[in-house]
């Protein structure tokens, strides 16, 4: 028989529920985060307009979206079988 774990508050102290992999998303999540925070400045400071930027920024979105469709797609045509009736 497996024991079981002692509560938090016979312990004394918090659950460890977060398990590495959740450790390692999260750590992940952090880091493409601050990226996407800081590379609209950078973008910003290399055109020489306002103009340019908002451009680059609705034509960066517009694709996001197409790639986003493209994937979602992709998913439904391959996982989705319609069984004859």
């Avoid at 774990?5 to 601050?34: Q, W, Y």
């Avoid at 996001?64 to 998913?75: F, R, S």
């Amino acid at each position: 028989m497996v024991p079981s774990m002692p509560s938090a508050s016979s312990r004394g102290g918090l659950l460890r529920v977060l398990d590495l992999i959740t450790g390692l998303a999260i750590t992940f999540g952090g880091i493409v985060s601050l990226g996407i925070l800081h590379a609209p400045g950078e973008v910003a400071a290399q055109l020489p307009d306002p103009w340019w930027y908002m451009a680059t920024w609705i034509a960066a979105g517009m694709f996001v979206l197409a790639l986003g469709e493209e994937t979602k797609t992709e998913l439904v045509v391959r996982f989705v079988h319609h069984d004859p009736i």
